[in-house]
């Protein structure tokens, strides 16, 4: 995602806007932002009466509040050998809360908490690969 423009090169250009030697194509080629851009910040100043951008809104909240992140806390530490579906369905058993599996990924990251990388079984097989000739030697 882009970064924001800097609050500084806002200030320049809405300057540079009232001193009126130049049109706004010629600023926004100056600036190197768009003349779109000018016009709009002109506009928010205008209307608005701020020359500043607006702050952050915070996105979006979080549908696991601090009880429900509480229980996942308490599922772990009981069960901490669990896939993260299971602590998924035991969580909606709980609380009541479905959500998927990548939220509660980063719950438990935020707890600090590690879930379990793959299923209970054997080892997996694809270890340290031999070149054809390699393995005739070492089978010998």
């Known amino acids: 995602m882009p970064q924001p423009?800097?609050?500084?090169?806002?200030?320049?250009v809405l300057v540079a806007c009232e001193r009126g030697d130049l049109s706004q194509v010629e600023i926004a080629r100056r600036f190197q932002v768009c003349p779109a851009t000018v016009?709009?910040?002109?506009?928010?100043?205008?209307?608005?009466g701020r020359r500043a951008p607006?702050?952050?809104?915070?996105?979006v909240p979080s549908?696991?509040?601090?009880?429900?992140?509480?229980?996942?806390?308490q599922l772990v530490l009981e069960?901490?050998?669990?896939l993260l579906r299971e602590y998924r369905e035991r969580l909606a058993a709980h609380t009541g809360v479905t959500v998927c599996l990548a939220?509660?990924?980063e719950a438990l990251k935020r707890l600090k908490l590690r879930p379990k990388k793959r299923p209970f079984g054997r080892p997996s097989r694809s270890g340290p690969r031999l070149r054809p000739s390699a393995r005739l030697i070492a089978s010998r």
């Open 63 to 73: 549908r696991l509040d601090a009880a429900a992140v509480e229980v996942l806390r």
């Open 5 to 12: 423009y800097s609050p500084d090169l806002r200030e320049r």
């Open 103 to 105: 939220v509660i990924c």
């Open 39 to 48: 016009s709009n910040w002109r506009r928010q100043e205008r209307e608005e």
């Open 54 to 59: 607006k702050p952050h809104s915070g996105g």
């Open 79 to 82: 069960d901490n050998d669990a």
